[in-house]
């Protein structure tokens, strides 16, 4: 059992607060990694998930990556960081949670992507103009600055 699985045996449904971290990969042609998530089901969203104890942000970045596409990156850099009462949750079963999201985007991961299917239907590669609908709430705000304030500066081949 997980850190959060242990916490809900403990509290039940009550609301907690988890810390989390999302990656935007951009590829070398610029174009966006983004998952198509079964939960909530069939909705695109940004791959990332809740930190364990003794993690940083960063590490939990890296690590959900990893887990749920098998691609690895180096450097990451800050989008931003996201919380307040507009990230309050409810999940299907009850439980109850605020999420404080630390959002960071990479260049250029290496490896190839291998899908996690207990967590995901798909993984593709979007240019901006082309994102599918359905994409996560909280995603999208993530999505839309990094593309407000950092895609311009990023070193891709073409786009």
């Known amino acids: 059992m997980g850190y959060i699985e242990d916490l809900r045996s403990i509290v039940g449904h009550r609301p907690l607060i988890f810390v989390g971290s999302v990656v935007v990969v951009v590829d070398n042609k ?6 198509q998530r079964k939960f909530p ?3 695109w969203g940004i791959p990332g998930g809740l930190m ?34 507009e990230h309050f949750i409810k999940a299907a079963n009850g439980d109850e949670f605020y999420v404080v999201t630390t959002a960071y985007y990479a260049e250029h991961a290496k490896g190839d992507v291998v899908v996690d299917e207990t967590e995901s ?9 082309e994102f599918p609908e359905g994409i996560v709430k909280s995603h999208q705000a993530i999505l839309d600055e990094f593309l407000l304030k950092h895609y311009s500066s990023l070193r891709v081949v073409a786009k």
């Not at 610029?30 to 998952?35: A, H």
């Not at 993690?55 to 307040?84: H, P």
């Open 41 to 43: 089901e069939g909705a």
């Open 121 to 129: 239907f798909a993984f593709h590669y979007f240019y901006p103009n």
């Open 52 to 85: 364990e104890l003794g993690e940083s942000t960063e590490d939990v970045a890296k690590r959900e990556l990893y887990e749920e596409t098998r691609l690895q990156v180096e450097d990451l850099t800050l989008i931003n960081v996201y919380s307040g009462p």
């Open 30 to 35: 610029g174009r966006i990694l983004l998952q």
